[in-house]
């Protein structure tokens, strides 16, 4: 059973950064790319970037280019995303997903963040 | 970046009527290897959205045969056949053909 399991929610301080994991089983890590999705309180889905597991290839919107980094650990099937130097506008709801070529099969739980002082 | 525009529904629906939501794209999705990059996700309250229909038309497994998706390059609609209260929810189209990849801004369904 494919699960994606994501770290927990974070409250951080303006300025600051927050690492998330998620945690992949139940398939071959290195196979697909993880994908990162941003929802803010009920708003949208947006997309940050992926990451090639097998070999740390990254791919981000530009928007998210100096905000967002995309790592992966092949040792202990996770992927990992930082923000930094966070704002009101990153407190949201952030979901890795498994994408096998042309859609997004699998999804985490989500990891809320909430950036306040 | 390619824009999606989705259509609202007239919510409430009934239950056991039909539903087409529909999503228009700034591009054509159409591949050259013949096969149209829009996915259609569901979002149930409070959980994280579910692949229903991806290539445009072809169904996910497990996915009921309630939902239907069709159009054309750049213009597309998700057809649920009598809706359920199960089936309420934002729903998300999404085109794949480029990055940065992109969504629609939801349709919302409510089930009377």
Redesign the interface.
Known sequence: EVLLQQSGAELVRPGSSVKISCKASGYTFTDYYM?W?KQRPEQ????IGRINPANGNT?Y??KFKSKATLTADKSSNTAYMQLSSLTSEDTATY?C?RGPG????F????TMVTVSS | DIVMTQGALPNPVPSGESASITCQSSKSLLHSNGKTYLNWYLQRPGQSPQLLIYWMSTRASGVSDRFSGSGSGTDFTLKISSVEAEDVGVYYCQQFLEYPLTFGSGTKLEIK
């Open positions: 994908h999705v949208g889905l947006v997309w791919v919107a530009e979901f997903t042309w859609y997004f099969d999804w985490g739980p989500g």
